[in-house]
């Protein structure tokens, strides 16, 4: 004891940086795809991607008809408003606006399509990460670098937010840099999906506001 005593005395910056070496390991994660392969059977990762497969369908297709039935839209422009956010992102509300759609339809309809997109994209950067062992240091390295700043790492997920606005990443880069940066799932999708629904209202806002000028 006598001895255990004298060398943490004596080797205190030792000790500090196998603490700290410790720490910094023990935040590092792996890709999804391969925590979901480690720790559970491959049927169950496959269960896992049909359920992601399913959602997408479900945000990108069967919502958007249930919303065309109960507000009297049209199947043609139901699929117009699919296509429109799909290839114009948020400046897809100036078409569902021009369809005569209310802001609010306009808003639910366009914001369904881009949660699809959100889920399908962060799955298919899972399946890459589980075929590309590049990809999975990549991730590593990221994580371990996150790890030493507490403010990324307990709240970074929120600057996806703003990250939606940008154009040129917007609805398709977002989700990628919340899978590299690996977030929680389901507060990446919520932040990314909060800034949509404000980038959404901000388009319509201005197109409304400048026809009300024209007029």
């Known amino acids: 004891m006598h001895g255990q005593y004298r060398y943490t005395r004596t080797h205190p910056h030792a000790q500090v940086h196998l603490l700290r070496r410790y720490k910094r390991e023990s935040m590092i994660r792996i890709a999804a795809i391969e925590e979901c392969e480690r720790r559970i059977s491959p049927e169950a990762c496959r269960m896992r991607i049909a359920r992601s497969i399913g959602f997408v369908i479900l945000f990108l297709l069967v919502i958007p008809h249930l919303l065309g039935l109960a507000f009297g839209v049209p199947p043609p422009a139901v699929f117009t408003l699919i296509a429109s956010t799909i290839l114009l992102q948020a400046a897809a509300a100036l078409v569902g606006l021009s369809l005569g759609q209310h802001p609010a339809v306009v808003l639910i309809f366009l914001t369904s399509v881009a949660v699809a997109v959100m889920?399908?994209?962060?799955?298919?950067?899972?399946?890459?990460?589980?075929?590309?062992?590049?990809?999975?240091?990549?991730?590593?390295?990221?994580?371990?670098?996150?790890?030493?700043?507490?403010?990324?790492?307990?709240?970074?997920?929120?600057?996806?937010?703003?990250?939606?606005?940008?154009?040129?990443?917007?609805?398709?880069?977002?989700?990628?840099?919340?899978?590299?940066?690996?977030?929680?799932?389901?507060?990446?999708?919520?932040?990314?999906?909060?800034?949509?629904?404000?980038?959404?209202?901000?388009?319509?806002?201005?197109?409304?506001?400048?026809?009300?000028?024209?007029?």
Do not use: N
């Not at 990221?142 to 937010?161: C, P, Q, T, V």
């Open 119 to 215: 889920i399908g994209i962060l799955e298919i950067c899972d399946l890459f990460a589980e075929r590309s062992y590049l990809i999975q240091r990549l991730l590593r390295k990221i994580d371990a670098k996150m790890g030493r700043i507490d403010y990324l790492k307990h709240y970074g997920a929120l600057m996806l937010i703003p990250i939606i606005w940008i154009p040129g990443i917007a609805l398709y880069g977002a989700p990628v840099v919340a899978w590299l940066f690996q977030y929680p799932r389901r507060i990446s999708i919520l932040c990314m999906t909060a800034g949509w629904v404000i980038a959404v209202i901000v388009v319509m806002a201005a197109a409304l506001g400048l026809v009300r000028l024209a007029f």
